[in-house]
């Protein structure tokens, strides 16, 4: 088998950069370790920044997203002195956020592949990368105990936190920087009318909790746990008299209803310099992690891909090779932004097992500080919309 671009990983990365390559007439083989039903099935992201719902419109495909996504012009802050709104739409120039589940848009994202005839192997086990150093880069795969070989001008790894790729950087050539956070998120997804008409970031003395959506009437609820927490300690009832506790009042009664999915996800920051090894480009997870806190993580996926279908598009059309040897300072500016404030957020907002009297004292004055500011206020606004993409990138991407 031959190509030009060899992506690893079907999430989103992976599947935009395919379906971006592919409009610019490309030639693209994407090879997935699981299957598409799993890949759908996994209930992450939830909002969608202006540069992600562009995407999917110029792609052509987002049909659903005009009809099914909520635009958010606002989002909430609660503590124990009360809740108020940042108004994203005022404190910007009116740039809002979109909530519209990860599943959806992978559920999108494969039906455009397929009618479009986007070639994605699924199943492909032992995936290795080689000659990434040299103009002549090739990748092996087993599918069904079967050998498979492809040939290719660049590799990019979109095969997340836990892919082959990044891997293949000699550590010497790369430098890793992480945090990791003394807490988890337990998750729950409910056939339940959302609590508020907006997502709600709470801090309470008892952790952080969050209230999101997937639509008017199914909620997503967060709330900071142990990372030793066993989920079967959680039965629902629990959930939403612990939900409660922290809320309080904010936004009302909580509608309850059964759970039909539960799960903790670990927090983590975690980012890989430089993005680019020879012939292997990094996007996404495999690159970098945020906490969820900021909403920030498939949004960056985003942008990395928008950046790197640029530099692609220079290299083959206009034979310029500076788009990609820039990819990964550009690509890491913006990450850094992103991971900055994900990290500022979460810290404003959790409960940390050293949070003394005086740190908690300090999360509640910065937060008073905010309701107060619109200063402070447009810092948090402007960061949560998405920062723009530096240069030229993207223009052709934005609607
Ligand atoms: P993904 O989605 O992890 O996809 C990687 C794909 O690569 C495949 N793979 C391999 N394939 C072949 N060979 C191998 N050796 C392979 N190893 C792995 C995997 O099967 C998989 O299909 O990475 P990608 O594309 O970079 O996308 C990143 C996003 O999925 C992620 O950043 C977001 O889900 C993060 N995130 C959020 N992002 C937002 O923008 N807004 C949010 O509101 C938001 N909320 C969240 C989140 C993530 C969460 N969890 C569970 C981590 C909320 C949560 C709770
Ligand atoms: C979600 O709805 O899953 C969600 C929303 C906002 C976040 C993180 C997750 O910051």
């Given amino acids: 088998m031959k190509t030009q671009v060899l992506i690893v990983g079907a999430g989103p990365a992976g599947l935009f950069l395919a379906l971006m390559?592919?409009?610019?007439?490309?030639?693209t083989v994407v090879l997935e370790r699981r299957d598409r039903a799993y890949v759908e099935g996994r209930v992450r992201a939830g909002v969608l920044?202006?540069?992600?719902?562009?995407?999917?419109?110029?792609?052509?495909?987002?049909?659903?997203l005009a009809q099914e996504g909520l635009v958010h012009t606002g989002t909430n802050l609660a503590y124990e002195g009360g809740a108020f709104r940042i108004d994203m739409q005022a404190l910007t120039s009116g740039s809002a956020v979109t909530v519209y589940g990860q599943q959806e848009v992978m559920k999108d994202l494969f039906d455009a592949a397929a009618a479009r005839g986007v070639r994605i192997v699924f199943g492909a086990d032992n995936v290795d990368l080689h000659n990434l150093t040299s103009a002549h880069p090739f990748v092996t795969w087993s599918e069904e105990s079967q050998p498979h070989r492809s040939e290719c001008d660049f590799v990019v790894g979109c095969d997340?936190?836990?892919?082959?790729s990044r891997g293949?950087?000699?550590?010497?050539?790369?430098?890793?920087?992480?945090?990791v956070y003394p807490f988890g998120w337990l998750?729950?997804?409910?056939?339940?009318?959302?609590?508020?008409?907006?997502?709600?970031?709470?801090?309470?003395?008892?952790?952080?909790?969050?209230?999101?959506?997937?639509?008017?009437?199914?909620?997503?609820?967060?709330?900071?746990?142990?990372?030793?927490?066993d989920i079967e300690d959680w039965p629902d009832e629990r959930f939403w008299e612990e939900l409660e506790l922290r809320l309080g009042t904010v936004g009302g009664a909580i509608p309850r209803g059964p759970s039909f999915e539960k799960s903790?996800?670990?927090?983590?920051?975690?980012?890989?310099?430089?993005?680019?090894?020879?012939?292997?480009?990094?996007?996404?997870?495999?690159?970098?992690?945020?906490?969820?806190?900021?909403?920030?993580?498939?949004?960056?996926?985003?942008?990395?891909?928008?950046?790197?279908?640029?530099?692609?598009?220079?290299?083959?059309?206009k034979g310029a090779e500076s788009g990609l040897e820039g990819y990964s300072t550009r690509a890491l500016?913006?990450?850094?932004?992103?991971?900055?404030?994900?990290?500022?957020?979460?810290?404003?907002?959790?409960?940390?097992?050293?949070?003394?009297?005086?740190?908690?004292?300090?999360?509640?004055?910065?937060?008073?500080?905010?309701?107060?500011s619109r200063a402070a206020q447009t810092?948090?606004?402007?960061?949560?919309?998405?920062?723009?993409?530096?240069?030229?990138?993207?223009?052709?991407?934005?609607v």
């Fill in 187 to 229: 998750g729950i997804l409910t056939e339940t009318p959302p609590v508020n008409h907006e997502l709600i970031y709470c801090n309470s003395e008892r952790g952080f909790a969050l209230a999101s959506m997937r639509s008017l009437t199914r909620s997503r609820y967060y709330i900071q746990c142990a990372l030793d927490e």
């Fill in 379 to 398: 810092v948090l606004a402007e960061n949560y919309v998405g920062l723009p993409i530096t240069g030229e990138a993207g223009s052709r991407w934005r």
């Fill in 21 to 27: 390559l592919h409009e610019l007439g490309l030639d």
């Fill in 49 to 64: 920044e202006q540069i992600t719902v562009d995407l999917m419109q110029r792609l052509g495909v987002g049909d659903r």
């Fill in 160 to 164: 997340g936190f836990h892919g082959v």
């Fill in 264 to 317: 903790i996800a670990p927090l983590r920051s975690f980012v890989t310099e430089p993005m680019r090894h020879g012939r292997l480009f990094l996007a996404g997870d495999a690159a970098h992690i945020v906490p969820p806190t900021g909403a920030k993580g498939m949004n960056l996926a985003v942008s990395d891909v928008i950046m790197l279908a640029e530099a692609l598009e220079a290299f083959y059309v």
């Fill in 333 to 372: 500016d913006r990450v850094w932004k992103a991971e900055r404030f994900s990290w500022w957020f979460t810290g404003l907002t959790h409960r940390f097992p050293d949070t003394d009297p005086f740190s908690r004292r300090m999360q509640l004055a910065e937060i008073e500080y905010i309701r107060g």
């Fill in 168 to 179: 293949k950087i000699p550590a010497g050539a790369s430098k890793a920087f992480e945090r």
